[in-house]
């Protein structure tokens, strides 16, 4: 089959951690960066790092280089022509890859590096010891291209309710989840730790992961010292790990460069289709907790666009921040959660760099399918609440189409989807019913305050939360899904 010379072709991943002992053998996440590219450049079979078009990278948290890539072309002494970063979202490596793949087709670029990493484990350990770090940043004025769609995530009466952060949203996901299922809580638990427990057995055998200790279900959802409850119905082992040093680095090229470049066939994985989409953004929105539309729509439109089935993939790696997500892509997606969902071990465990995690799940699959000539992958990147996706379908054999790579972005279909209204507390006041909650703990492990989405009679939602601990506590037992509730102008849940 003679190939298209502007074909997009992933030649070369690369994987790097590091676990300092202190402050002073500390890397800082661009010096992490640059060994996973140089570790790239050896998986392609080159002595060197070759000098890219474009330098991209991931949105990071641990330090504020001015222009990453610039920093990152410096450390390995290369030229910075062109830079990016993306904004803020887990969904944006494969974001990366389908608009990389789009502009090498298009022969706006030839080679890019696209890379991530964090060290939010020594950022961490510096605040905690008081110490200022010094590590490099950019020439001042000097600024990258933003790449990617910088969606606001929290509604303002999200904001008021304290709702701000994932570790609420997605046990809110949970529970919804268990009522559609009709499942007890206790039979839910069970369904997510023996999850994580199938997630964990994975990350122990990958040599790349953060934590590679397989652990039974049990020890995943029986709050101990060491594993307290931290939104219920989720203990520690159940919620994404970002206290890791860890980066990962991808090499993408046309055909003719990687032929130019002398890299081996068996090195070359190709991205065949992406799409990107969100979900309504605000999850105050959203038609229902316990499903994604957009992950239904963006998943298949990404496999009809390869020309394939969920039936024809072979390998799989699911977003998993939290067990919720998981289920919810599975969902949507037409995937058994006995069907092995992660080629790393996912965010608990293999370790999760805020945004960068898909670049570690897209790197191990790259090694997953060499091993497996033939056979095709299926990534579902997420960022936000559930809120942005990111999906791409890859082969080492090239696209069967005539045009390549196929890219969509089916967001005008989603935007017209169902849709709630949100009422603010003082429209609320009166009864209501819930329609999803968590119950967030203390670090001691105690029930402290509740948190609770709630369905008027008119069918808008409405946010409501309560720091009565003995509340807290009750709705820690049993199904508190679809029961009467009353909301008062402030916001503040009783039990109807």
């Not at 990278?57 to 920093?71: A, E, F, I, N, Q």
């Not at 390549?404 to 507390?425: K, N, S, V, W």
């Not at 119950?439 to 369905?455: K, W």
């Amino acid at each position: 089959m003679t190939l298209d010379p502007r074909t997009p072709v992933l030649i070369g991943a690369g994987q790097f951690q590091h676990r300092a002992k202190g402050l002073d053998d500390a890397l800082d996440a661009s010096a992490l960066m640059a060994e996973a590219v140089k570790l790239a450049a050896t998986d392609a079979g080159l002595g060197t790092v070759p000098q890219p078009d474009s330098w991209r990278v991931v949105g990071l948290l641990s330090w504020r280089y001015g222009d990453p890539g610039w920093v990152l072309a410096d450390r390995l002494g290369l030229e910075a022509n062109d830079t990016a970063v993306t904004t803020m979202g887990g969904n944006s490596p494969q974001t990366l890859v389908n608009s990389t793949a789009l502009d090498i087709q298009r022969g706006d670029a030839d080679l890019v590096v696209i890379a991530g990493g964090e060290s939010w484990r020594t950022r961490m350990r510096a605040r905690a010891a008081g110490v200022e770090l010094h590590w490099p940043k950019s020439p001042e004025g000097r600024m990258p291209r933003l790449l990617g769609e910088d969606l606001e995530m929290n509604h303002p009466v999200e904001r008021e309710r304290g709702i701000t952060m994932p570790v609420q949203v997605y046990p809110m996901f949970e529970t919804a989840i268990r009522a559609a299922a009709g499942r007890t809580v206790d039979e839910q638990t069970t369904v997510a730790a023996e999850l994580w427990a199938r997630f964990s057995e994975v990350a122990a055998a990958n040599p790349n992961a953060w934590l590679r200790e397989a652990k039974t279900a049990d020890e995943i959802r029986t709050p101990t010292d060491r594993n307290r409850t931290i939104g219920f119905p989720y203990t520690k082992s159940m919620v994404s790990n970002n206290d890791v040093d860890m980066a990962a680095a991808l090499i993408m090229c046309s055909v003719e460069r990687a032929e130019a470049l002398g890299v081996p066939r068996d090195r070359w994985v190709f991205p065949h289709s992406g799409t990107d989409c969100h979900e309504h953004n605000y999850i105050s929105n959203r038609w229902s907790f316990a499903e994604t539309p957009a992950v239904r729509l963006g998943g298949e439109r990404a496999l009809a666009l390869a020309g394939v089935t969920i039936d024809d993939i072979d390998l799989v790696d699911l977003y998993s921040c939290f067990p919720s997500a998981v289920q919810l892509g599975a969902q949507s997606l037409g995937l058994s959660l006995d069907r092995q969902l992660t080629r790393t071990g996912g965010l608990c465990f293999a370790g999760g760099p805020w945004n960068n995690y898909v670049m570690h799940a897209i790197a191990t699959l790259m090694d997953d399918l060499r091993a497996q000539p033939g056979s095709k992958g299926l990534i579902w990147a997420n960022g936000g609440y559930a809120t942005k996706h990111a999906f791409g379908v890859y082969g080492t054999t090239p696209p069967e189409h005539a045009d390549g790579f196929r890219f969509e972005y089916p967001q005008a279909e989603i935007d017209a989807m169902p849709r709630r209204e949100l009422a603010d507390a003082a429209e609320a006041a009166g009864p209501a019913t819930i329609e999803a909650y968590t119950v967030m703990h203390s670090r001691t492990g105690q029930p402290e305050t509740a948190l609770a989405a709630c369905l008027l009679p008119d069918g808008r939602r409405a946010w409501a939360t309560s720091s009565d601990t003995d509340l807290a506590a009750a709705m820690c037992v049993g199904e508190w899904v679809g029961r009467a509730v009353v909301l008062a102008a402030d916001g503040t849940l009783t039990a109807g």
